[in-house]
DNA sequence: ATCAATACATAGATTAAGGAGGTATAATTG
DNA sequence: CAATTATACCTCCTTAATCTATGTATTGAT
């Protein structure tokens, strides 16, 4: 299925840029962080999430810096850029137009 | 990203699926008929539908019949059994628990 | 006569996402 | 103290959904 252009595509990607856009993250946290958020619907697989992180990084959706937390250990957080947050809006936008067809497809009373 | 068990996998399949629970079509019809259900966002490409319909088919969700038109052409008319039905009302809980998440999720006023 | 629309179909490419595995350190538990 | 679990990063390969492209054949319109 295809939305007239790119809608949904990556729909992962629109979680997590919205998770980025409540606050800067690493990885790790934003597994739990989705876990929680979705109450434990949504289960953000590192195979996924590391990629696409990548990715984003690499086209200027966010940035990546490393710090140490008080354990010693080392953590990558992500910062959402402009450009993010303007791709984040798209997506939600997609989103709506999106769901809102298939609940109108699925759900409405059409007579034959 | 995977919700809990297999939610979501296959939006088409339940779109299709949903169509023929309003009355028998051909694969041609349902292309036309989408389109205008959703005005013109869904575009249900040939080469996605008729895979789905053989699957379904061989899963015993539809079944097919040939019947002439008034012109004198053949179509494949595909007819939703009750296997089917169950099969849709499970991917419309499914379509509803996974966009409730998503509004939720990206929507919600959550303080960090 | 030619072109668009109707009507079916399949093969191969593309892409999103997951599964499985790998490395390393810190905290917990027996 | 040793073993396990949790934290924290990562990549490769596969699977599955979908699209692109193509193919056949008939009918209707110009």
New binding site residues.
């Given amino acids: 299925?295809?939305?007239d252009k790119?809608l949904?595509?990556?729909?992962?990607?629109m979680l997590i840029l919205n998770l980025l856009s409540t606050g800067d993250m690493?990885?790790?946290?934003?597994?739990?962080e989705l876990e929680k958020r979705s109450d434990n619907i949504?289960?953000?697989?590192?195979?996924?999430?590391?990629?696409?992180?990548?990715?984003l990084e690499s086209r200027g959706m966010v940035e990546?810096y490393?710090e140490d937390?008080?354990?010693?250990?080392?953590?990558?957080?992500?910062h959402i850029t402009s450009k993010g947050k303007r791709l984040l809006n798209e997506k939600k936008k997609e989103w709506k137009i999106y769901s809102n067809t298939v609940n109108r497809v699925i759900g409405g009373a059409h007579l034959a």
């Fill in positions: 299925m295809k939305f790119e949904i595509k990556g729909g992962t990607t690493y990885g790790y946290q934003m597994v739990r949504f289960t953000l697989k590192e195979g996924t999430m590391y990629p696409i992180l990548h990715s990546a490393w937390s008080d354990s010693g250990r080392k953590r990558k957080y992500y």
